[in-house]
């Protein structure tokens, strides 16, 4: 039973701060590259951050570069966004996911991932 859990989003105002989680059951997250999509209505799926499974490399969109940390705990199985200083254009379903590869390309490719969460809502308004 491989599943993927996102949590943590929410409504925030313009400047403020959230952390997503990416909690895995079912697998070792160590043994992945987990990438962070997001999605805004009538938009494509989007890469927006991605960790490495053989060095824990980081890769971050030009959108979200500066403002975002990514992160493994490796006790906890879990993956972490850190998102800062957010943006309305920020607001969309982040989703998790995991893939077979040792590194992150860029941007991270949708087809090069075979687990995914069901999305966390993150909205950005004042």
């Known amino acids: 039973q491989v599943q993927l859990v996102e949590s943590g989003g929410g409504l925030v105002q313009p400047g403020g701060s959230l952390r997503l989680s990416c909690a895995a059951s079912?697998?070792?997250?160590?043994?992945?590259?987990i990438g962070w999509f997001r999605q805004a209505p009538g938009k494509e799926r989007e890469g927006v951050s991605c960790?490495?499974?053989?060095?824990?490399?980081?890769y971050f969109a030009h959108s979200v570069k500066g403002r975002s940390t990514i992160s493994r705990d490796n006790t906890k199985n879990t993956v972490y966004l850190q998102m800062n200083n957010l943006k309305p254009e920020d607001t969309a379903v982040y989703y998790c996911?995991?893939?077979?590869?040792?590194?992150?390309?860029?941007?991270?490719?949708?087809?090069?991932?075979?687990?995914w969460g069901q999305g966390t809502q993150v909205t950005v308004s004042s």
């Open positions: 960790i490495s499974s053989n060095d824990d490399s980081r």
């Open positions: 996911a995991a893939a077979n590869h040792y590194y992150c390309s860029d941007p991270p490719q949708i087809y090069d991932y075979d687990y």
């Open positions: 079912g697998f070792t997250l160590d043994y992945y590259t």
